[in-house]
């Protein structure tokens, strides 16, 4: 079993909502060179994850993949990296 968990995907993002319940939206941003041209492209990822250490807008967190908690949410916050000043 922690074999298991150790394959888990772990995404580190800055919360961009915080207004529903237990559930925040986390934007992930990622950077990799195009595979011909080398030129650095930057992508950007939404993923609802679920809350249980009270996020806020602005916070810096790290989250893992996790079952499905509901429709859209199958990711949860682990820990929070930096608060928002």
């Known amino acids: 079993m922690a074999e298991e968990r150790n394959l888990?995907?772990?995404?580190?993002?800055k919360v961009v909502s915080?207004?529903?319940t237990k559930t925040v939206v986390v934007l992930c941003e990622r950077q990799f060179a195009?595979?011909?041209?080398?030129?650095?492209?930057?992508?950007?990822?939404?993923?609802?994850?679920h809350d249980?250490?009270?996020c806020h807008e602005g916070d810096t967190v790290k989250i893992m993949e996790t079952r499905p908690l509901s429709k859209?949410?199958?990711w949860r916050v682990v820990e929070i990296i930096e608060r928002q000043k």
């Not at 888990?8 to 993002?13: A, H, L, P």
């Open 52 to 54: 249980e250490l009270e």
């Open 18 to 20: 915080d207004k529903m």
């Open 34 to 49: 195009h595979p011909v041209y080398k030129k650095i492209i930057k992508r950007r990822a939404k993923f609802k994850a």
């Open 72 to 74: 859209d949410v199958c």
């Open 8 to 13: 888990r995907k772990v995404r580190i993002g």
